[in-house]
Structure formats: structure tokens, C-alpha cells
Nanobody, 116 residues
Framework: QVQLVESGGGLVQPGGSLRLSCAASAFVFSIYGMGWYRQAPGKQRELVAA???????NYADSVKGRFTISRDNAKNTVYLQMNSLKPEDTAVYYCRADHPWLTNYWGQGTQVTVSS
């Protein structure tokens, strides 16, 4: 059974840091592009950061310079290092596995709350 399991969310003060992890299982992780998305209450889900199977990355303008996406194919895990967090970063964060002609997958999400 395919699984994407996010972890690392929580409550953090403005200016703080969190590292999210997404552990994948039961599919060929290394050939998939991976992305982190987030959805705040009352807003649409948006792409935060993505990394291709080859390691190329792209970021939403709102997180450039603060967030870093990375992957470890040996551990079937993608990470999102989030620094200088702001209250507007508060959302449920989801990871997604993308492939142009194979099934795409979503994780269940992890809550990130930035508040003093």
C-alpha cells in the first residue's frame, strides 16, 4: 500500500524553524518528483516547493530564501527545512509525489502553526 507520511509539524514562534519530513513507501520514490503544498483555512492549496527526480528545485516566491526542499532517495524521504517562519506560513502542509504518466500520491498532511 502506497504511503506518504508527513511529520515534523507543530507550533513555533515567529522567526523560528521547523523541518518537515515525508516518508514514502510502496512505490519507486527515486523516479518521482516531490512537492510540498500547504493549505491555510479558507484558502486554496498552493505549491510551496518542489524537487524533481534529478534534484532541481523551485519555490513559491513567498518562501524563497527561507525554505529549502531536499530529498534522500536512499531513505525514500523528502524534507522541507523552514526558517524565519511567519504567521502567514500557518497551514496544513502536504507532500505529493508526481509523475507524468504514473499515479500521483498525496500525504495526509501535518499542521504548522506560527504564533507567539
Amino acid at each position: 500500500q502506497v504511503q506518504l507520511v508527513e511529520s515534523g509539524g507543530g507550533l513555533v514562534q515567529p522567526g523560528g524553524s521547523l523541518r518537515l519530513s515525508c516518508a514514502a513507501s510502496a512505490f519507486v520514490f527515486s523516479i518521482y518528483g516531490m512537492g510540498w503544498y500547504r493549505q491555510a483555512p479558507g484558502k486554496q492549496r498552493e505549491l510551496v516547493a518542489a524537487i524533481t527526480s534529478g534534484g532541481s528545485t523551485n519555490y513559491a516566491d513567498s518562501v524563497k530564501g527561507r525554505f529549502t526542499i531536499s530529498r534522500d532517495n536512499a531513505k525514500n524521504t523528502v524534507y522541507l527545512q523552514m526558517n524565519s517562519l511567519k504567521p502567514e506560513d500557518t497551514a496544513v502542509y502536504y507532500c505529493r509525489a508526481d509523475h507524468p504518466w504514473l499515479t500521483n500520491y498525496w500525504g495526509q498532511g501535518t499542521q504548522v502553526t506560527v504564533s507567539s
